[in-house]
């Protein structure tokens, strides 16, 4: 390294004071517990939504899952889904490679040479004029 190189010194915030920081980390804790508490808020306003009573006599809760279970049953895939994530049973998603790829990779590599042989007849006939 460079001894007479200078360091530039514009760009770095200045030292805060242990008080600012307990300060600082105060208005955090404060502003964290009050967000806590509105999501709070708003888990039991929906739960109390989801608990009336329609006229049909199901409570809303109950509607929304027959209509998901009816979407689940017709193919809707985000329907089903949802349905095994409710009830715990969410597929773990699994894929399998059967056999040998080495075919596979020189079939691609051949299939890839075609196209750059390709790509190189039309580059140099556009050059010539042909």
């Known amino acids: 390294m460079a001894k007479n190189k200078k360091h530039n010194t514009q760009n770095l915030l200045p030292a805060i004071t242990r008080e600012e ?6 208005a955090g804790g404060r502003a964290s517990g009050e967000a806590r508490r509105e999501k709070k ?3 039991e306003m929906i739960e109390a939504a989801l608990e009336c009573e329609t006229p049909d006599g199901f409570t809303i809760k109950e509607g929304i899952t027959a209509t998901l279970v009816m979407k689940a ?3 809707d895939l985000k329907a089903v889904e949802m349905v095994m994530a409710q009830i715990g049973e969410q597929p773990a998603l699994k894929v399998e490679v059967a056999g040998d790829l080495t075919g596979a990779m020189d079939e691609m590599d051949k299939y890839m040479g075609e196209l750059w042989t390709e790509e190189q007849k039309n580059v140099t006939s556009k050059d010539t004029g042909t």
């Open 21 to 26: 920081a307990r300060e600082r980390g105060r």
């Open 41 to 43: 808020r708003f888990k």
């Open 73 to 75: 049953k017709k193919g």
